[in-house]
C-alpha cells in the first residue's frame, strides 16, 4: 500500500545530488534507469489509472565519454578511447504499474583510438563512424516495494552496425568504402530507489557484455596484421546512479551517470499515454 505522506528533499539535497550524477562520467554499456520507472506517471493522457495496462512514449539520449575498451582476439592492449552517443525514441508498455518492457530505436555514432604493434613498430588508429541505426529492448521491474523504497531489476539488449566515416593510421587517411563497425550490448542490473516528493534518486550495480568488431580494410589494424580487430568491455561490473523527477502526471524526467565500468551520462523523458 503506497504511504500518503512523502518526506521532503531539500533545494541543497537536490543540488547535491545532480552534481554527483553530472561528475560521474566526463561529462559502453547501456542506460539502466529507475526501478521505480513502472509506478511514476500514475495518470495519463487517456488510459485509465486504473488499467492493467499503460503504454509510454519518450527520448533517451545516451552519451558515454569512454567506454573503457580492450582489445582482443586478434590483437591486445587497451583502446585508447571509444566514445558513443545516441539519441533514441522509445516506446513502453507497463503491467500492473510494476513491469516494464520496452524497445528503443535511434541514431548512434562511434568514435575510437587503439594502438597495435607490428615487427616492433606501434602505429596508432583512429576511427569515426557515421550516425547509423540503433535498437535495443529490455525489461525492467520491481521486485520489492515498501512505502517510499523500491528494490527491482532489470536486463536490456542492444545492436548497432556502423559504416565507418574515416580511419587513420599514424595520421594518414586510409580507404573506408565498404567497411563496418559491429556493436552489441547485454547487460543485467540491481537497483534501489527512494521516492522523497517529486524526486526519485536511485543506485544500483550492473553487470554488461559489450562486444564490437570492425573491419574489413585493406590495411593492418591490428597486432595480427590483418585488417580487423575485436574490442570487449575491460571491466563488466558497474555501478550507477541517478534521479528520476515526476509529478504522477503524464510526464517524467530522468537523468543518470554511469562509472567504474565506463564514464557516461543518460538523459531521457517519458509521458504517458
Known amino acids: 500500500m503506497k504511504s500518503s505522506k512523502r518526506p ?7 543540488s547535491s545530488l545532480i552534481a554527483l550524477v553530472m561528475l560521474s562520467g566526463s561529462l559502453v ?3 539502466v534507469e529507475n526501478t521505480s520507472a513502472p509506478q511514476l506517471i500514475e495518470e495519463g ?23 573503457r575498451m580492450q582489445q582482443h582476439e586478434v590483437s591486445s592492449g587497451r583502446v585508447d578511447s ?11 508498455l507497463n503491467f500492473l504499474d510494476r513491469l516494464d518492457v520496452y524497445a528503443l530505436f535511434g541514431s548512434s555514432r562511434t568514435c575510437a583510438d587503439w594502438r597495435f604493434t607490428i ?6 588508429a583512429q576511427l569515426e563512424t557515421l550516425y547509423s541505426f540503433l535498437w535495443g529492448v529490455g525489461v525492467r521491474g ?12 532489470g536486463g536490456r539488449f542492444e545492436y548497432s552496425k556502423y559504416d565507418n566515416l574515416w580511419l587513420t593510421i599514424d595520421g594518414i587517411v586510409q580507404q573506408v568504402s565498404g567497411t563496418e563497425l559491429h556493436w552489441r550490448v547485454w547487460q543485467i542490473d540491481l537497483d534501489m530507489s527512494y521516492k522523497i516528493d517529486l524526486f526519485t534518486p536511485y543506485i544500483g550495480i550492473k553487470y554488461s557484455n559489450v562486444r564490437s568488431g570492425v573491419g574489413l580494410f585493406s590495411t593492418p589494424i591490428s597486432d595480427s ?41 543518460a538523459i531521457s523523458g517519458d509521458f504517458r499515454f
Open 82 to 92: 571509444y566514445e558513443q552517443q545516441t539519441n533514441a525514441g522509445t516506446l513502453t
Open 45 to 67: 493522457f487517456f488510459i485509465s489509472r486504473d488499467s492493467l495496462v499503460d503504454v509510454r512514449a519518450g527520448y533517451e539520449g545516451d552519451f558515454v565519454a569512454d567506454a
Open 29 to 31: 554499456a547501456a542506460p
Open 142 to 153: 520491481i521486485l520489492y516495494e515498501s512505502g517510499c523504497f523500491a528494490f527491482g531489476t
Open 225 to 265: 596484421g590483418m585488417g580487423v580487430n575485436f574490442f570487449e568491455n575491460r571491466t563488466p561490473v558497474g555501478v550507477f546512479i541517478g534521479c528520476s523527477l515526476s509529478s504522477g502526471k503524464y510526464f517524467m524526467l530522468n537523468i543518470e551517470g554511469r562509472l567504474i565500468d565506463e564514464e557516461a551520462v
Open 8 to 14: 521532503k528533499m531539500n533545494p541543497l539535497t537536490v
Open 119 to 124: 615487427s616492433g613498430d606501434v602505429h596508432r
